[in-house]
């Protein structure tokens, strides 16, 4: 590759030093009468300033002495020789040369100064879109396969990232001098200075974007053991208020009938052995609720994402709660053709849930809508029960939420989604709302 980009590189040279110069005195030469020799030289110094500006300090002065060559033979007296009679044209040419070096040099400390300036921004620019890019990416893994391919491109250097270093002759730079167990990046070749100092500014970027990263991935863990802790004291709120009320009935009612110092009659004993029978049924529905739980977060652990008919979903939902709701009305602008993805028997019990607490606490009837929208990312899907609430009804922050609730956030949680259940004091309008999101393939 270096040998293919040497040619043209060499004729431009060629062309710059010497044949411009010629070219400039030729066309010169028809109308030399109409100029000086100082006038002349002055041309010259302007391709060499050019010349100066555009290539380099040697290239420079190789044009300057040319130069001085081409304005001496064709326009110093006698011509067309290097011959000088009038040593005035011998100081113009000293001053010439003089005048091509201090511009060579100038303009070489300039060159070199602008190259350091537009490499100082190309290296900023590099570090800052870096870092951007490594802050986007949420594993420790994505960050490296990416600080890897960026890089490596921009030092036009191979990288790859090693536990330990090689050996051989490369270039290896610890993540972290402070944690040789991180490894570090090995470079195939040997880098310069600044690309070195480059190397370890950009390291160190990473370094602290991965301790960003860990400490973002502990506080999510934190947060999960949080909202596990929060979960779990809700349940025992809910069974502490759910059974303490049938608990307290029956032991009372069974009290009273084993008390033989009590004289009861026949309707009372009736009237007790129901309140024992209808209590105990209450007792039976919070245990099913317990083991619907349990296997929800069973399940929970091996979700099944698949397309779901929502029409499909709220019948079998209904099904699930036969018979509560066989009277229950149901208004839905659900079309035929709405379709959602998610887990459908864990869907089916949440929404099978939030049907019961609007049965269990309404006027008998309920609507239900679906809403979806998407980005480029994330498609999310949302189910909207409202209905009137006639009865006193638990939302999902106050002390006495019941088990359904919970089921339904745990399902919620599941699908990367949340469940609320809100009352508007001033409407006595419930709305359970049950929102969940699906990554986009």
């Not at 391709?47 to 110093?76: M, Q």
């Not at 909202?227 to 709120?237: D, F, I, P, S």
């Not at 839905?332 to 049965?359: F, H, P, R, Y």
Request: hydrophobic letters at 45%; glycine letters at 4%.
């Amino acid at each position: 590759m270096n040998q293919v980009e040497a040619k043209p590189r060499w004729y431009k040279a060629f062309f710059l030093a010497l044949i411009m110069p010629l070219i400039v005195v030729i066309a010169i030469y028809p109308v030399r009468n109409w100029f000086t020799t100082t006038d002349i030289v002055m041309l010259q110094l302007l391709w060499v300033t050019w010349v100066a500006v555009r290539s380099n300090r040697r290239l420079a002065i190789l044009t300057t002495l040319v130069s001085v060559a081409c304005t001496d033979w064709f326009f110093v007296a006698p011509n067309f020789t290097f011959h000088i009679e009038n040593i005035e044209y011998l100081v113009t040419f000293i001053v010439m040369l003089i005048v091509g070096f201090v511009i060579s040099q100038l303009a070489g400390e300039l060159s070199t100064k602008v190259r350091d300036v537009q490499l100082h921004a190309s290296n900023s620019r590099t570090l800052y879109e870096l870092a951007k890019d490594l802050n986007s990416l949420d594993t420790l893994d994505e960050q490296k396969k990416y600080f890897v391919q960026r890089i490596g491109k921009h030092l036009n250097a191979s990288c790859t990232f090693m536990p330990a270093a090689p050996r051989g002759n490369s270039e290896f730079i610890l993540l972290s001098e402070a944690n040789p167990s991180w490894g570090g990046f090995n470079f195939t070749k040997r880098l310069t200075q600044g690309q070195k100092a480059f190397a370890d500014t950009a390291i160190s970027l990473l370094y602290q974007v991965h301790e960003k990263t860990l400490l973002r991935q502990q506080s999510a863990a934190i947060s999960v053991q949080a909202e596990l802790e929060r979960a779990k004291n809700a349940l025992l709120r809910s069974l502490s208020h759910d059974l303490r009320t049938p608990l307290a009935t029956i032991m009372g009612a069974s009290s009273m009938l084993a008390d033989d110092e009590i004289t009861l009659s026949d309707i009372v004993i009736k009237e007790q052995a129901s309140n024992i029978y209808e209590q105990s049924k209450i007792l039976n529905q919070h245990f099913d609720k317990v083991m619907e739980l349990s296997r929800v977060n069973k399940m929970g652990e091996n979700l099944c994402w698949q397309t779901i008919n929502l029409q499909a979903l709220l019948s079998e939902a209904k099904a699930r709660r036969q018979q509560q709701l066989t009277h229950f009305v149901i208004d839905t602008n659900i079309d035929a053709q709405s379709k959602c993805i998610g887990d459908v028997t864990l869907l089916e019990i949440a929404l099978a849930n939030m049907l019961e607490n609007a049965w269990r606490y309404g006027d008998g009837k309920v609507s239900v809508e679906f809403t979806q929208s998407s980005n480029q990312q994330k498609v999310c899907y949302q189910l909207l029960l409202t209905n009137n609430v006639i009865t006193k009804a638990q939302t999902s922050s106050d002390e006495g939420v019941g088990l359904g609730s919970i089921i339904c956030d745990v399902v919620a949680k599941f699908h990367q989604g949340t469940f609320t259940l809100t009352i508007n004091n001033e409407t006595q309008m419930a709305y359970a709302k049950l929102i969940w999101e699906k990554d986009n393939d």
